[in-house]
């Protein structure tokens, strides 16, 4: 994998606003990316009508509730909840420092997939910052289950997903995606994948409080007799269901607080198994080390990193 100039720290050139509704809250929310030195990594600050504001970074350590989403924080008044889409469409770019300033408890679900956020980047781009970016590479095996379901990390040159899904529904079955995981291929590829559900789930999620903003404007619905209720169909033929899976495990994985070098497997999985996978990593230290570009060229392949010092609370653990 040639790294290029990704072996730099990022940010965004200019701020940049997008506004929506959350999908469980179905209420308004304004968010705004705002750039910021090196070394700050990705920073959400949720803002409080009192004028008080919550800070949380985008790391493993602040990972709170991945039952139907994944969700910074353990505090409903001050957590900030489906943010995997957002951090899907970061980290695939390549930013490494990030301001998300967000006036309520949720990210905006957009159309439901990564596309309006990439878009929004766009319009201001992406600023090299002139200092090394550091990466995490998995140097051995780790491998979690739970029940059917489990998912693995792999030393690899490069980064890498191999996701796999099985669904008891004729319409979605097994499928998987696999693939090197660049900024193109997920343009490509993964960024305009949906989130999904069956219609069947849907009155049990509302007396539950949960995807009240959800509507076939940001979700792909399954019918009870397995067909795709959205008049336009699906955006990608037949497997959007595991692209958007794969979208997902590339948001949650993002919460490494750093990009990583290996390769990520797994079947069955979801929100809850990919934080508990990178959990698994990132608490055993023998699996991987801390590595960044040799000075000498700024084209290296993933192999050539050298590993570096870090300090024992470093920003992916804080």
Known sequence: MAIGLLGFQTTIAAPVTLTGIGVHSGTPVTISFLPTEAGTGIVFHRQHGNGTVTELRAVSSQVGNTDLCTVLGTSPATSIATVEHVMAAIYALGIDNLIIEVDGAEMPIMDGSSAPFIEAIDQVGVKNLGVKRRYIRVTKPVRIESGASWAEFRPHDGTRFEVEIDFDSPLIGRQMWQGEMTAA????????????????????????????????????????????????????????????????????????????????????????????????????????????????SQQVRAREFVAVNVPEFAPWSA
């Open 185 to 296: 291929a997920f343009r490509n590829e993964l960024s305009r994948a949906r989130t999904f559900g069956f219609m069947r789930d849907v009155e049990r999620l509302w007396a539950a409080g949960f995807a009240l903003g959800s509507s076939l404007e940001n979700s792909v619905v399954i019918s009870d007799d397995n067909t795709v209720v959205n008049m336009e169909g699906l955006r990608y033929a037949g497997d959007e269901f595991v692209r958007h899976k794969t979208l997902d495990a590339v948001g949650d994985l993002a919460m490494a607080g750093a990009q990583f070098i290996g390769c990520y497997r797994s079947y069955r999985g979801g929100h809850k198994l990919n934080a508990n996978a990178l959990k698994a990593l990132l608490d055993d230290r023998s699996a991987y080390e801390v590595v960044e570009a040799p000075v000498r």
